[in-house]
C-alpha cells in the first residue's frame, strides 16, 4: 500500500515533525499530541502517520488501524487519568471539523459535563 501525505495538510506536517508538537505517544502507525486550544484538562489528538480526510474514509480503509486509534485513547486515559474518557471524531465541516486528517479528540483528565 501506498504511504499517503498530503504536503498541504497542518496534521501531516505535525506528524512528520516539520510544525512542532507536545507529544504524547507515538509508535510505527500513530501519532498522538496535545490539542494547542483544550477544551478539557487533557485534551489530545490521535492521528494516524497516512492521511485520511475523516473517520468514515479511515473505517473503510483500514478498520483495524480505527480500531488501534481507539486503543491509543484508552492508554492515555489510563495514563492521564482513571480510565475514563470522551472520544469525538468532527466528521465535516457543519460538524465542526477544521482539520481535513483524521484525528481523534481524546477528552479526559477530570469529570466531564453532559
Ligand atoms: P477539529 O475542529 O478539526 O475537529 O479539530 C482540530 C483541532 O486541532 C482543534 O481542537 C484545534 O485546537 C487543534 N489544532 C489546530 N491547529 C493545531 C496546531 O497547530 N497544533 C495543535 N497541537 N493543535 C492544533
Ligand atoms: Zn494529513
Do not use: W
Amino acid at each position: 500500500r501506498k504511504t499517503m501525505t498530503d504536503p498541504d495538510c497542518l496534521f501531516c506536517k505535525i506528524v512528520n515533525c516539520d510544525i512542532p508538537s507536545e507529544k504524547v505517544y507515538e509508535d510505527a502507525s500513530v501519532y498522538a499530541f496535545r490539542d494547542i486550544n483544550p477544551k478539557a484538562k487533557v485534551h489530545v489528538l490521535v492521528v494516524p502517520r497516512e492521511h485520511y480526510r475523516n473517520v468514515d474514509e479511515l473505517a473503510r480503509a483500514d478498520a483495524q488501524l480505527l480500531a488501534h486509534i481507539v486503543e491509543v485513547a484508552q492508554r492515555i486515559a489510563d495514563q492521564e487519568y482513571d480510565g475514563s474518557y470522551r472520544l469525538v471524531f468532527n466528521t465535516g465541516e457543519k460538524a465542526g471539523q477544521t482539520v481535513f486528517h483524521v484525528h481523534a479528540h481524546v477528552l479526559t483528565g477530570e469529570p466531564l459535563d453532559e
